[in-house]
Nanobody, 112 residues
Framework: QVPLVESGGGLVQPGGSLRLSCVAS????????LFWYRQAPGKQRRELVA????????NYGDSVKGRFTISTDDAKTTLYLQMDSLKPEDTAVYYC?????WGQGIQVTVSS
């Protein structure tokens, strides 16, 4: 069991920025690929937002490419999702994921 604790969500205006954090209790972030997903209101499936492999290679969903950045701290204890130029359609519950573990989900609302 490796609990993943998310923070950093909230309400932001269109065009604004937020940074989500996902903290693991162990070193699992250095062993497996890392992912951010989101589930928008009314949607049944979670959408892949960003990923990072153990060698640092990153990939992004088409809807967020150029606006979002996935990264870790030097100790690989915390996973981040930097979200810039936010749009109302980015409103969703965001989840970090590694191996079989998921964060609890955190709400991001983009609205004026």
């Amino acid at each position: 069991q490796v609990p993943l604790v998310e923070s950093g969500g909230g309400l932001v205006q269109p065009g604004g920025s937020l940074r989500l954090s996902c903290v693991a209790s162990g070193t699992i972030f250095s062993i497996y690929s890392l992912f951010w997903y989101r589930q928008a209101p009314g949607k049944q499936r979670r959408e892949l937002v960003a990923s990072m492999t153990t060698d640092g290679t990153t990939n992004y969903g088409d809807s967020v490419k150029g606006r979002f950045t996935i990264s870790t701290d030097d100790a690989k204890t915390t996973l981040y999702l930097q979200m810039d130029s936010l749009k109302p359609e980015d409103t969703a519950v965001y989840y970090c994921q590694v191996f079989r573990y998921w964060g609890q989900g955190i709400q991001v609302t983009v609205s004026s």
